[in-house]
């Protein structure tokens, strides 16, 4: 039983189809193949507005990268105290920003509030030794499995805009943020404030493919200079875009996230039929029950594969776990888990 990530699946049979669709013959190098082009016009349409695609090959690279084309010296990038830009990217951030600050923001199942992030820029006024406010990070689901609306992302995105900050949203499950809050792409990014987006693909049925999607090009103006000095320019690009090619079409990425979805939903509701408590509300497609020492080490004997997560609001003798769902998981395999808890 298989709940410890959706970075374990492997790819979708149509993003699989769409890789060996697209590996006869010979095209360009360096994104300038017709797929490419192709995938980035499907792009544009998906957003409604011109955008840049810049593919990367890792959503940490895509992460740092934005971070590093807004890039001042002295500069503060803000983010939620859970976020993985923070919590486990080993630095990334900072290294390619050449030092560029993380200012955690505390935040409440995951989500940043407006007037917290108020108070942490009342700590940093312009002109202070402590750094120069650049950038605003949200996380879309949110570590914590939870959701922030449209109107939530641009009260955020509000605040950091009155400072001048670039706003940034890691998307690496943009997907299962999408399938639960049922509003187009474009209200929850550049209508709501958004300057630039790492859309995951790779945890919701992709093989390698994440991409940087850029509304506000003069908010990073280098960029692509960036990721090429970083070493993210597919030489091959028309793989990840065939990826791309397979995930979008006919809403397939949006059918592989629902299943995600309703499958956390199935194992949300029976650990609460069980008596369970849950820290957060199940949004997205990752569920953290508190459980007991004791049926931690019970379900792993039993082979269930799934990570601790934190002891905050625990007993002494509990913790919350994360349980994450897939595209790949069946009912089958929930019930197998409420059947061993």
């Known amino acids: 039983m298989m709940f410890a990530s959706d970075n374990w699946s492997g790819a979708s049979d149509a993003v699989m189809d769409a890789l060996a669709r697209h590996n006869a013959g010979f095209a360009p190098a360096y994104g300038a193949d017709p797929v490419t082009e192709r995938v980035s ?9 011109d955008v840049t695609v810049l593919y990367t090959a890792t959503g940490t690279a895509a992460n740092a990268l934005a971070m590093a084309a807004c890039a001042r010296p002295g500069g503060l990038i803000f983010a939620s105290d859970v976020a993985h830009l923070h919590c486990d990217e080993w630095g990334a951030a900072e290294f390619y920003t ?4 993380i200012v955690p923001v505390a935040a409440e199942g ?5 007037e ?4 942490a820029l009342a700590r940093t006024p312009d002109g202070g030794r402590f750094g120069t406010p650049t950038a605003l990070s949200l996380t879309q689901a949110t570590e914590c499995g939870t959701l922030y609306t449209v ?9 950091a805009r009155a400072r001048g900050l670039v706003c940034h949203m890691d998307g690496a499950r943009f997907a299962n943020a999408l399938a639960t809050l049922d509003v187009a792409p474009a209200d929850i990014t550049w209508k709501a404030g958004i300057d630039v987006l790492s859309f995951g ?7 390698c493919a994440e991409a940087l999607v850029v509304f506000s090009d003069g908010a990073l103006r280098d960029l692509a200079t960036h990721r090429a000095r970083a070493g993210h320019v597919f030489s091959k690009s028309r793989f990840v875009s065939a990826q791309f090619e397979g995930y979008l079409d006919d809403d397939h990425w949006l059918d592989l996230a629902r299943h995600a979805n309703a499958a956390a939903q199935r194992l949300a509701q029976g650990l609460t039929e069980a008596g369970v408590r849950i820290a ?3 949004q997205a497609n990752e569920v953290f029950p508190v459980l007991s020492r004791g049926r931690i080490d019970a379900l792993k004997a039993h082979g269930v594969l799934f990570h601790e ?11 919350i776990v994360r349980l994450v769902t897939s595209f790949r998981t069946t009912g089958d395999e929930v019930d197998a888990f409420l059947a061993a808890l």
Do not use: I, Y
Not at 151 to 159: G, N
């Open 98 to 101: 050449h030092g560029m600050k």
């Open 280 to 282: 957060w509300p199940v």
């Open 151 to 159: 109107d939530e992302v641009r009260a955020l995105t509000d605040v």
């Open 116 to 119: 917290d992030l108020s108070a």
């Open 110 to 114: 995951g989500r940043m509030r407006p």
């Open 41 to 49: 016009a499907r792009f544009a349409d998906l957003f409604d507005t």
């Open 201 to 207: 693909g790779t945890k919701n049925g992709c093989w």
């Open 309 to 319: 997560w934190s002891t905050q609001g625990c007993g002494p003798d509990e913790a």
